[in-house]
Protein backbone atom coordinates (compact mmCIF):
# COMPACT_ATOMS: atom_id res chain seq x y z
CA UNK A 1 0.00 0.00 0.00
CA UNK A 2 1.43 3.88 -0.70
CA UNK A 3 1.81 5.87 1.73
CA UNK A 4 -1.34 7.51 3.39
CA UNK A 5 -1.79 11.57 2.72
CA UNK A 6 -2.37 13.18 5.66
CA UNK A 7 -5.41 13.80 7.56
CA UNK A 8 -6.65 17.57 7.64
CA UNK A 9 -4.50 17.64 11.19
CA UNK A 10 -0.94 17.33 9.60
CA UNK A 11 -0.54 14.07 10.37
CA UNK A 12 -0.72 10.18 8.71
CA UNK A 13 -4.09 8.36 9.77
CA UNK A 14 -4.18 5.94 12.18
CA UNK A 15 -5.73 3.47 9.61
CA UNK A 16 -7.74 3.75 6.53
CA UNK A 17 -10.01 1.66 4.79
CA UNK A 18 -13.54 1.36 5.03
CA UNK A 19 -13.96 -0.98 7.65
CA UNK A 20 -11.88 1.27 10.21
CA UNK A 21 -9.41 -0.01 12.99
CA UNK A 22 -10.89 -3.35 12.79
CA UNK A 23 -10.20 -3.85 9.14
CA UNK A 24 -7.82 -5.91 7.62
CA UNK A 25 -4.38 -5.94 9.18
CA UNK A 26 -2.38 -3.38 6.36
CA UNK A 27 -4.99 -1.18 6.25
CA UNK A 28 -3.61 -0.20 10.15
CA UNK A 29 -0.77 1.67 11.55
CA UNK A 30 2.33 1.31 11.07
CA UNK A 31 2.21 1.25 7.52
CA UNK A 32 4.88 -1.16 5.58
CA UNK A 33 6.65 0.88 3.19
CA UNK A 34 10.05 0.54 1.23
CA UNK A 35 12.63 3.27 2.03
CA UNK A 36 12.17 4.74 -1.73
CA UNK A 37 8.51 5.21 -0.65
CA UNK A 38 9.81 7.14 2.38
CA UNK A 39 12.10 9.73 1.04
CA UNK A 40 9.81 10.23 -2.12
CA UNK A 41 6.90 11.25 -0.56
CA UNK A 42 8.64 12.90 2.61
CA UNK A 43 12.48 14.05 1.19
CA UNK A 44 10.54 17.61 0.19
CA UNK A 45 13.27 20.26 2.15
CA UNK A 46 16.80 20.16 1.82
CA UNK A 47 17.05 19.49 5.97
CA UNK A 48 14.62 16.36 5.23
CA UNK A 49 16.88 15.10 2.49
CA UNK A 50 19.65 15.72 5.12
CA UNK A 51 17.74 14.03 7.51
CA UNK A 52 16.79 10.89 5.26
CA UNK A 53 20.65 10.69 3.91
CA UNK A 54 21.64 10.21 7.39
CA UNK A 55 18.76 7.78 8.26
CA UNK A 56 19.99 5.84 5.27
CA UNK A 57 23.67 5.75 6.59
CA UNK A 58 22.52 4.19 9.74
CA UNK A 59 20.72 1.74 8.24
CA UNK A 60 23.60 0.85 6.39
CA UNK A 61 25.95 0.94 8.95
CA UNK A 62 23.83 -1.41 11.49
CA UNK A 63 23.70 -4.09 7.97
CA UNK A 64 27.45 -3.44 8.42
CA UNK A 65 27.66 -4.55 11.59
CA UNK A 66 25.72 -7.54 11.40
CA UNK A 67 22.19 -6.24 11.93
CA UNK A 68 21.00 -7.22 8.83
CA UNK A 69 16.91 -8.64 10.15
CA UNK A 70 14.38 -6.70 11.88
CA UNK A 71 12.15 -3.50 11.05
CA UNK A 72 12.21 0.30 12.07
CA UNK A 73 9.16 2.30 12.45
CA UNK A 74 9.66 5.65 11.59
CA UNK A 75 7.58 8.39 13.31
CA UNK A 76 7.93 11.91 14.80
CA UNK A 77 7.53 15.17 13.57
CA UNK A 78 8.88 13.89 10.57
CA UNK A 79 5.91 12.11 9.43
CA UNK A 80 4.15 15.63 10.35
CA UNK A 81 3.25 18.62 8.02
CA UNK A 82 5.86 20.36 9.63
CA UNK A 83 9.76 20.78 9.01
CA UNK A 84 11.63 18.57 11.45
CA UNK A 85 14.80 18.58 13.41
CA UNK A 86 15.08 14.75 13.41
CA UNK A 87 13.50 11.63 12.88
CA UNK A 88 12.26 9.21 15.47
CA UNK A 89 12.92 5.36 14.87
CA UNK A 90 12.05 2.25 16.89
CA UNK A 91 13.89 -0.81 15.44
CA UNK A 92 13.52 -4.09 16.17
CA UNK A 93 16.38 -6.15 15.68
CA UNK A 94 17.64 -9.89 15.62
CA UNK A 95 21.04 -10.21 17.31
CA UNK A 96 24.05 -10.83 14.70
CA UNK A 97 24.78 -14.35 13.92
CA UNK A 98 28.69 -13.62 15.63
CA UNK A 99 26.48 -12.22 18.93
CA UNK A 100 24.08 -15.01 20.02
CA UNK A 101 25.21 -15.48 23.00
CA UNK A 102 24.76 -13.00 26.13
CA UNK A 103 28.16 -12.11 26.29
CA UNK A 104 29.01 -11.74 22.63
CA UNK A 105 26.07 -9.64 22.34
CA UNK A 106 27.61 -7.56 25.32
CA UNK A 107 30.40 -7.08 23.47
CA UNK A 108 28.95 -6.42 20.61
CA UNK A 109 26.86 -3.31 21.93
CA UNK A 110 30.18 -1.93 23.90
CA UNK A 111 31.84 -1.85 20.32
CA UNK A 112 28.95 -0.26 18.46
CA UNK A 113 27.67 2.35 20.94
CA UNK A 114 28.07 5.36 17.99
CA UNK A 115 25.48 2.88 16.62
CA UNK A 116 23.18 2.14 19.17
CA UNK A 117 23.45 4.96 22.46
CA UNK A 118 20.32 7.45 21.58
CA UNK A 119 22.75 10.10 22.26
CA UNK A 120 25.27 9.34 19.64
CA UNK A 121 22.75 7.89 17.24
CA UNK A 122 21.12 11.67 17.80
CA UNK A 123 24.30 13.84 17.30
CA UNK A 124 25.99 11.88 14.23
CA UNK A 125 22.27 10.72 12.66
CA UNK A 126 19.87 13.17 13.83
CA UNK A 127 17.63 10.14 14.90
CA UNK A 128 16.03 9.95 18.10
CA UNK A 129 16.92 6.08 17.82
CA UNK A 130 15.24 3.40 20.04
CA UNK A 131 16.20 -0.41 19.96
CA UNK A 132 14.29 -3.51 20.83
CA UNK A 133 15.90 -6.67 20.44
CA UNK A 134 14.01 -9.44 19.30
CA UNK A 135 15.98 -12.54 20.63
CA UNK A 136 14.77 -11.15 23.75
CA UNK A 137 12.07 -13.06 26.17
CA UNK A 138 8.54 -12.44 24.58
CA UNK A 139 6.81 -11.13 27.24
CA UNK A 140 9.73 -8.33 27.09
CA UNK A 141 9.04 -7.60 22.96
CA UNK A 142 5.31 -7.38 24.22
CA UNK A 143 5.90 -5.04 26.84
CA UNK A 144 8.37 -2.59 24.53
CA UNK A 145 6.32 -2.60 21.62
CA UNK A 146 3.20 -1.78 23.36
CA UNK A 147 5.14 1.07 25.42
CA UNK A 148 6.01 2.06 21.90
CA UNK A 149 3.14 1.89 19.97
CA UNK A 150 1.61 3.80 22.92
CA UNK A 151 3.98 6.25 23.18
CA UNK A 152 4.61 7.21 19.35
CA UNK A 153 0.84 6.61 18.28
CA UNK A 154 -0.32 10.12 19.55
CA UNK A 155 0.75 13.58 18.51
CA UNK A 156 2.58 14.92 21.40
CA UNK A 157 1.19 18.43 22.72
CA UNK A 158 -2.77 17.29 21.80
CA UNK A 159 -2.35 13.41 21.94
CA UNK A 160 -4.10 13.59 18.30
CA UNK A 161 -4.20 9.70 17.16
CA UNK A 162 -1.75 9.48 14.25
CA UNK A 163 -0.11 6.77 11.93
CA UNK A 164 3.85 5.63 12.05
CA UNK A 165 5.52 3.62 8.89
CA UNK A 166 7.18 0.31 8.72
CA UNK A 167 10.56 -0.25 7.04
CA UNK A 168 12.34 -3.83 7.20
CA UNK A 169 15.92 -3.63 7.44
CA UNK A 170 16.83 -6.60 5.20
CA UNK A 171 16.36 -4.75 1.75
CA UNK A 172 19.85 -3.31 1.15
CA UNK A 173 19.19 -2.47 -2.61
CA UNK A 174 15.80 -0.64 -1.53
CA UNK A 175 18.17 1.49 0.67
CA UNK A 176 20.83 1.84 -2.10
CA UNK A 177 17.55 3.12 -4.68
CA UNK A 178 16.34 5.37 -2.32
CA UNK A 179 20.25 7.17 -1.73
CA UNK A 180 20.47 7.68 -5.36
CA UNK A 181 16.84 9.55 -5.33
CA UNK A 182 18.07 11.43 -2.68
CA UNK A 183 21.60 12.53 -4.54
CA UNK A 184 24.63 13.73 -3.11
CA UNK A 185 24.75 16.01 0.05
CA UNK A 186 24.59 19.37 -0.79
CA UNK A 187 28.50 20.75 -0.54
CA UNK A 188 29.58 22.37 2.32
CA UNK A 189 30.51 26.03 2.33
CA UNK A 190 31.68 27.68 -0.99
CA UNK A 191 34.96 28.48 -3.17
Not at 28 to 48: C, K, M, Q
Amino acid sequence: MPIPSFTIDGVLPPYVGPHGPGGAPEDLSPYEVSSVEVVTTFGTTDNRRDILRKWLDHRGQLRAAGIVQGFQWLDGSFLEAKEPNDLDTVSFIYRPLHALQLANWTRFLAAHQHLIHRGQVKMNFRLDALFVELNGHPETIVEAGRYYMGLFSHRRGDDLWKGMLKVRLENAADDTDAVAILGPAPAVGGP
